[in-house]
């Protein structure tokens, strides 16, 4: 319905959306992941040929999903053989690629090629751990993981255009596409700033796992961790990042502001303005008042998990974060549409 809804106002001839999957090496995410692997689950979503038969990508049981996302044909043939522009696309904490396939099919419906991770150790699959959910400036390595391994794969590298690169994320995927193009790290001012205010949406336990600021800090300067903590305020850009589409950024009082303020590549932000786990003024709204000419979009009596797929009415009847205020269609159709316009002004039109 999404797709039906943006069909006036894309540029692009839609096209049956396919599917490939990656696996991907960070060394990184040894740390996170709580059996110690390396690997990095990657989902390139992609327009197909017409023709093929699409599968729905819904979460939960086959006749009462929980969660709309869309559908996609699984290894299907790409549409031609044409370089398309790549959005690397980074998941909220606690989340999955999967979950966000509301927003990233319809970007590859419309033309280009979404890579999207599920990042180790904080993610909606494996077993959740502190390192994944303390270790966020680790994010952006495993986008720069998955874009190595989706040009290096011998069916997704020849359809991936590297001069139109751009980054979108929810959440705390928000952060890591800032991070991705050149926000930095300042570890000490995060601390700083929840130990000052501890009821701030980004400082308390998250639900997806709860880790309080106090284990958090204990985790990090653990011998285990602390190696990796002395390298975030490292740069852990991407080279080549043209464009950041970022849907109510999280942990952005992490961020050394010199860093956002030195920042030159395009930024858009996308929030609700009911928001209390990353509330706009000391996140969104924050990031969009020092990252240069930033767009910032504020949408009414829009909360937080209103970003995530579409509840059903089972989800909305058992599970709290589905309880949004108001329908998310219209929240979703706006994201979209302005992420398009967006990555096309941006990237040029796929």
Same mark, same amino acid.
């Given at each position: 319905?999404?797709?039906?809804?943006?069909?006036?106002?894309?540029?692009?001839?839609?096209?049956?959306?396919?599917?490939?999957?990656?696996?991907?090496?960070?060394?990184?995410?040894?740390?996170?992941?709580?059996?110690?692997?390396?690997?990095?689950?990657?989902?390139?979503?992609?327009?197909?040929?017409?023709?093929?038969?699409?599968?729905?990508?819904?979460?939960?049981?086959?006749?009462?999903?929980?969660?709309?996302?869309?559908?996609?044909?699984?290894?299907?043939?790409?549409?031609?053989?044409?370089?398309?522009?790549?959005?690397?696309?980074?998941?909220?904490?606690?989340?999955?690629?999967?979950?966000? %396939?509301?927003?990233?099919?319809?970007?590859?419906?419309?033309?280009?090629?979404?890579?999207?991770?599920?990042?180790?150790?904080?993610?909606?699959?494996?077993?959740?751990?502190?390192? %994944?959910?303390?270790?966020?400036?680790?994010?952006?390595?495993?986008?720069?993981?998955?874009?190595?391994?989706?040009?290096?794969?011998?069916?997704?590298?020849?359809?991936?255009?590297?001069?139109?690169? %751009?980054?979108?994320?929810?959440?705390?995927?928000?952060?890591?596409?800032?991070?991705?193009?050149?926000?930095?790290?300042?570890?000490?001012?995060?601390?700083?700033?929840?130990?000052?205010?501890?009821?701030?949406?980004?400082?308390?336990?998250?639900?997806?796992?709860?880790?309080?600021?106090?284990?958090?800090?204990?985790?990090?300067?653990?011998?285990?961790?602390?190696?990796?903590?002395?390298?975030?305020?490292?740069?852990?850009?991407?080279?080549?990042?043209?464009?950041?589409?970022?849907?109510?950024?999280?942990?952005?009082?992490?961020?050394?502001?010199?860093?956002?303020?030195?920042?030159?590549?395009?930024?858009?932000?996308?929030?609700?303005?009911?928001?209390?786990?990353?509330?706009?003024?000391?996140?969104? %709204?924050?990031?969009?008042?020092?990252?240069?000419?930033?767009?910032?979009?504020?949408?009414?009596?829009?909360?937080?998990?209103? =970003?995530?797929?579409?509840?059903?009415?089972?989800?909305?009847?058992?599970?709290?974060?589905?309880?949004?205020?108001?329908?998310?269609?219209?929240?979703?159709?706006?994201?979209?549409?302005?992420?398009?316009? =967006?990555?096309?002004?941006?990237?040029?039109?796929?």
């Amino acid at each position: 319905m999404i797709a039906c809804a943006l069909s006036a106002g894309a540029h692009a001839q839609s096209s049956p959306v396919g599917e490939i999957h990656l696996t991907a090496h960070n060394p990184t995410a040894a740390l996170r992941d709580a059996d110690h692997k390396t690997d990095v689950r990657v989902t390139v979503w992609y327009p197909a040929q017409q023709g093929v038969t699409e599968t729905s990508l819904d979460l939960g049981p086959p006749n009462n999903p929980l969660f709309y996302v869309g559908s996609a044909a699984l290894d299907a043939p790409f549409v031609d053989g044409r370089r398309r522009p790549v959005i690397l696309f980074s998941h909220g904490f606690g989340g999955t690629a999967r979950m966000m %396939g509301w927003f990233t099919t319809v970007l590859a419906q419309q033309g280009y090629v979404v890579i999207a991770v599920d990042h180790p150790g904080n993610n909606g699959v494996d077993k959740m751990t502190v390192a %994944g959910a303390t270790l966020f400036w680790d994010r952006p390595g495993d986008l720069q993981a998955a874009l190595d391994a989706a040009v290096a794969d011998p069916v997704v590298g020849q359809h991936i255009d590297l001069r139109r690169l %751009g980054v979108a994320g929810f959440s705390a995927g928000g952060f890591t596409a800032i991070a991705a193009a050149g926000g930095r790290v300042d570890l000490k001012r995060f601390q700083a700033f929840c130990a000052a205010h501890p009821d701030d949406g980004v400082c308390k336990p998250q639900i997806e796992l709860a880790v309080t600021q106090e284990q958090a800090a204990a985790a990090l300067a653990s011998p285990e961790l602390a190696p990796e903590v002395a390298h975030a305020g490292d740069d852990h850009s991407i080279r080549g990042v043209r464009a950041v589409f970022a849907l109510a950024p999280a942990i952005v009082q992490a961020f050394d502001p010199a860093s956002l303020t030195a920042l030159t590549t395009p930024v858009a932000i996308e929030l609700g303005d009911a928001d209390p786990v990353a509330p706009p003024h000391t996140n969104g %709204g924050a990031a969009a008042r020092m990252i240069p000419r930033a767009q910032l979009k504020a949408i009414a009596n829009v909360g937080h998990y209103d =970003f995530l797929a579409a509840c059903s009415p089972a989800a909305q009847a058992q599970i709290p974060i589905c309880r949004d205020a108001v329908p998310q269609g219209p929240t979703h159709i706006t994201a979209l549409q302005d992420a398009l316009v =967006f990555f096309g002004k941006t990237l040029g039109q796929p």
